[in-house]
């Protein structure tokens, strides 16, 4: 671990450009309408904004399937946006990091349209083709990510092409060393641009092991993450890839990992090893997810958030570097999820905001989070817009007959479309959002839930975001102090001290709707300093002789102990 590095201390702002705001009446996000709203970000206080993908894309994934990674989305605007976008934030002493896809591209990519020509075309190797497998069928049992076969025959050369995601994301084939250079060019293009960093788009993906072996078990698809996350020459692609473009601009990059546990992450993070600064591990997400993935709804526990976080928070102390989300553009909405969308949302959304903010690592903001935005229930499935979503849907409801009701349970508690909902910006029409008709619904609480009653009330969720950066600008602690937890059993506090030299926090959480009583094995210090808390009238000072303390519903306190 570096301290000092800006990626450590500073809070990163995820934006989402389709859904953060319209410019030109389209009813979709563009670059114009980021700029308009840099002074917000800057009111924030946040120091670094990652852009999830504007490159040119067909959209059959959101920019998730890039066609031209050199040039921008139409509906996004042109190139002199982007450079009036970046100039702005640097400006504002505000960091851009870019979203990287490079485990595959846009089946439009001119790369790919080379390459489905012929088995001799010199982008033939750029993709990974395989002739049918031994049934005649595809070359291997492999799962999409987004459900059905990961294998797409293509007539032109009676062959298969892989992709991991969708069949308009083929994956790149990374054992080329010519892709990896037109990568590390690529890479390379946006940083002399003046870019500040990366963040990797399942980069833990882009090594398949050799022979891509079907996944055990002889279903006709199964689950092959065994033989594609994380693979053999990952560690080798990623130390490379930085000795050829990060460091030599003294970037920044995350990488998105599904899978990675944290033996490797240690691996990858270790500032020694050159290969990422860190990465987006998924456990703390599974913890609601029953047998078979994602939509299969089991409620979460705490004593899971605490044994997840606690694994991470110990495992890459001191060697490598955590980063901390609740939420992102792929995920429902954290106060919905972890919280209480309902009575206890504004407490509970601080509640949450207090955890990701003292724990060790960099803090990651979704668009919206910082008002408390919620999950959507839109009622007909004609609504929906994710792919990943109407995959699921399609493939439950009318292929295995499950319930249209059960699908849009699942649908309401985790489709990707709970984030994707536009940005809340005022109580006017489409939520201020666009003046034409937005791409998808604004969620109907934008009446309440939106950015200028949150600028206009200081007790906001938004003005106790701003408290949280602020704070962790002046305490080191709250960003390289170890972490402990404490009071393991308890079902409902999540206790934890931060300790840096001789400094020594406490942090209490009641990560529950009902009153509770904290005590036993904390150390309640005489004299202790309230840091931060979400209700205004917290005691100022730890009363050690009392042996109680009692929390109220979704109530987080933090403490100077020493
Ligand atoms: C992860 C991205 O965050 C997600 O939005 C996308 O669908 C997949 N990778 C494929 O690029």
Redesign the pocket.
Known sequence: MTAGAFWQEEVVYQIYPRSFMDSNGDGIGDLRGIISKLDYLKELGVGIVWL?PVYKSPND??G??ISDYRSIMDEFGTMEDWEELLHGLHERGIKLIMDL?V??SSDEHAWFEESRKSKDNPYRDYYIWRPAGENGGEPNNWLS??GGSAWQYDEATNEYYLHL?TKK?PDLNWENPKLRREVYDMMNFWLDKGIDGFRM??INCISKADGLPSAPGGERYAWGGDFFLCGPRLEEYLKEMNEQTLSRYNAMSVG?MPGVPTDLAAVYTDPANRAVNMVFHFETMDIDSGEGGKWNLKPWKLADLKAVTGKWQYALNGKGWNSLYLN???QPRMVSRFGDDTVYRKQSAKLLATFLHTLQGTPYIYQGEELGMTNVRFESIDDYRD??LLNFYREAVGERGVPHEQAMASIYAKG?DNARTPMQWNAGPQGGFTTGEPWIGVNPNYTEINAQEALGDPDSIFHYYKRLIALRKKHPIMIYGDYTLLAEEHEQLYAYTRQLGEEKWLVLLNFSGQQIEAGAGLPFEEGAELIISNYGDAAARLDASAELLALRPYEALVYRLA
């Open positions: 999830s994934d959101n998730y399937d896809v485990n595959h990510f987004f995601f994301q788009d399942v998105e992102n553009h792929d792919v990943e990707r």
